[in-house]
């Protein structure tokens, strides 16, 4: 049962000084009537486990961003099966007997290609290798997708993504940045940091068969990858979308108990929450 008087949450990273989680949760809140603080810490990963061993009962729940989605999903007692696929939490709640762990961060980038019209993906592309793309490739499986391309620079490391891949009974096929051809793609969802440097041959590549890029960057706009898009006259969307409505997973988390239910007056939360980051 979650605990009434449970009313604290942080955002923890290193670093997290640009995290624009405390005006997201901020805006909810107050658009829900809740006195719940939210603020950020930046927690080493070798500070994590003392970090959390320390909190009190007041806590409600965490946000985890760069390097602790690991520990958190160590952390969990019980976790989504998004979790269990990706191994990253994002979200901790911290309101029942035992921590549980959620990932917002698959749900997040399904809802925002939902917003710009794509609900189902025959082929996909994911741009990069890192711990984001586990999160893309669970999206496009439960997006339909049955193949899916990772252009990476070293191939090493797409092999956690294969197994996933076959975890999820979707084909994962490795390529370089510098492969000739791509195959046609419903959707690119590039997972690179956004001042990550991209040969522009290979982003003007990537742009003539990539379909949607949905670009996780919300930050660095445009990148190299979305300026490839707008010479190829291809749609390009910055990563503002995941950002808002992992965030509004992680609220349904720390108010409901869980992903599934949706928040009372949730379309008015939401768009207090986007006015509070990009205005009206």
Excluded: C
């Excluded at 999903?73 to 990253?88: I, K, N, P």
């Excluded at 252009?151 to 510098?178: H, K, Q, Y």
């Excluded at 509004?248 to 869980?258: A, K, N």
Aim: net charge negative; hydrophobic share 45%; no cysteine.
């Amino acid at each position: 049962m979650l605990k009434p008087d449970a009313t604290r949450l942080e955002v923890w990273g290193d670093p997290v000084a640009h995290s624009r989680s405390p005006q997201l949760h901020a805006a909810a809140y107050r658009a829900l009537g809740l006195n719940w603080t939210y603020e950020r810490r930046r927690v080493t990963a070798a500070a994590f486990t003392g970090e959390l061993a320390g909190l009190s009962d007041r806590w409600r729940g965490l946000s985890l961003t760069m390097p602790l989605k690991g520990q958190a999903f160590h952390a969990s007692a019980q976790r989504d099966r998004r979790a269990e696929l990706t191994g990253a939490v994002n979200t901790l709640l911290l309101t029942d007997d035992v921590p549980r762990g959620f990932n917002t961060d698959v749900g997040g980038i399904v809802r925002a290609l939902g917003d710009e019209g794509v609900h189902e993906v025959d082929r996909g592309r994911i741009v990069g290798a890192g711990a984001t793309a586990m999160s893309a490739l669970v999206a496009l499986s439960e997006l339909g997708a049955d193949r899916v391309e990772v252009v990476a620079r070293r191939p090493a490391a797409v092999a956690p993504l294969a197994r996933l891949g076959t975890t999820l009974g979707l084909e994962v096929i490795g390529v370089s940045f510098d492969a000739p051809v791509h195959t046609d793609a419903t959707v690119t969802i590039a997972t690179l940091p956004g001042d990550a440097e991209v040969p522009p041959a290979a982003a003007d590549a990537l742009a003539r068969s990539g379909g949607l890029l949905f670009d996780v960057v919300y930050g660095h706009w445009p990148t190299v990858l979305a300026s490839a898009w707008e010479r190829a006259g291809r749609p390009a969307t910055s990563g503002l979308g995941m950002l808002l409505h992992q965030a509004l997973l992680q609220v349904r988390v720390f108010v409901t108990g869980g992903t599934e239910d949706a928040l009372e007056g949730e379309s008015l939360v939401l768009a207090e929450m986007h006015s509070a980051v990009v205005g009206d």
